[in-house]
């Protein structure tokens, strides 16, 4: 059974999805950043969404990330997961729409967009299934088609992407994958 409690989620929307794009800080992290004594910042990711993510691409899910900040630890987490549609620096998500488009191969209506506070709103609002995380801000909350059990940063991302796959009919595969060690 995965994660996420299905009476909860739009399977029918979730299985219109062919992209997920994501927000980071607060979303793939908890919306924490760490300075160490000479300016250098560090971010704590969880390898349970790592896998997730992983899962998703292995089958044939694009994957993008769109985020208000930019820098080394988010450069080197987006290269391990192989994630190559990479948006940083962006004050106006809503406006790489058409690049998102364009790079992941699909419409905003089959796109789902993962956020958590304010400057996600726009992008949530032009994309097919906008989520929030559960300690999302209350703006964020009330836009979202679905919201996440967990918390940014510990497991959210990791639902949304075994909802994702069993809408589609592939998470059941993926576990007798595991179980069979094929």
């Given at each position: 059974?995965?994660?996420?409690?299905?009476?909860?989620?739009d399977t029918?929307?979730?299985?219109?999805?062919?992209?997920?794009?994501?927000?980071v800080?607060?979303?793939?992290?908890?919306?924490?950043?760490?300075?160490?004594?000479?300016?250098?910042?560090?971010?704590?990711?969880?390898?349970?969404?790592?896998?997730?993510?992983?899962?998703?691409?292995?089958?044939?899910?694009?994957?993008?990330?769109?985020?208000?900040?930019?820098?080394?630890?988010?450069?080197?987490?987006?290269?391990?997961?192989?994630?190559?549609?990479?948006?940083?620096?962006?004050?106006?998500?809503?406006?790489?729409?058409?690049?998102?488009?364009?790079a992941?191969?699909?419409?905003?209506?089959?796109m789902?967009?993962?956020?958590?506070?304010?400057?996600?709103?726009?992008?949530?609002?032009?994309?097919?299934?906008?989520?929030?995380?559960?300690?999302?801000?209350?703006?964020?909350?009330?836009?979202?088609?679905?919201?996440?059990?967990a918390?940014?940063?510990?497991?959210?991302?990791?639902?949304?992407?075994?909802?994702?796959?069993?809408?589609?009919?592939?998470?059941?595969?993926?576990?007798?994958g595991?179980?069979?060690?094929?």
């Open positions: 059974m995965p994660l996420f409690s299905s009476k909860n989620w029918a929307k979730l299985a219109q999805v062919k992209a997920l794009v994501l927000d800080d607060g979303v793939l992290t908890k919306g924490e950043i760490v300075y160490d004594g000479e300016g250098r910042e560090s971010k704590i990711f969880s390898v349970r969404d790592g896998l997730g993510l992983r899962l998703l691409m292995q089958n044939g899910f694009a994957v993008g990330v769109v985020t208000g900040r930019m820098g080394p630890a988010l450069a080197a987490r987006m290269k391990n997961l192989q994630i190559r549609h990479v948006w940083d620096n962006v004050s106006n998500k809503a406006a790489v729409l058409p690049d998102l488009v364009q992941l191969g699909c419409s905003p209506q089959n789902a967009f993962v956020g958590d506070d304010l400057p996600d709103l726009p992008l949530m609002g032009l994309v097919g299934l906008p989520i929030a995380v559960a300690d999302a801000h209350p703006q964020v909350l009330a836009a979202a088609s679905i919201v996440t059990a918390p940014g940063g510990s497991g959210a991302v990791r639902e949304v992407c075994e909802a994702i796959l069993s809408a589609h009919g592939l998470w059941e595969k993926i576990l007798n595991y179980r069979t060690g094929k």
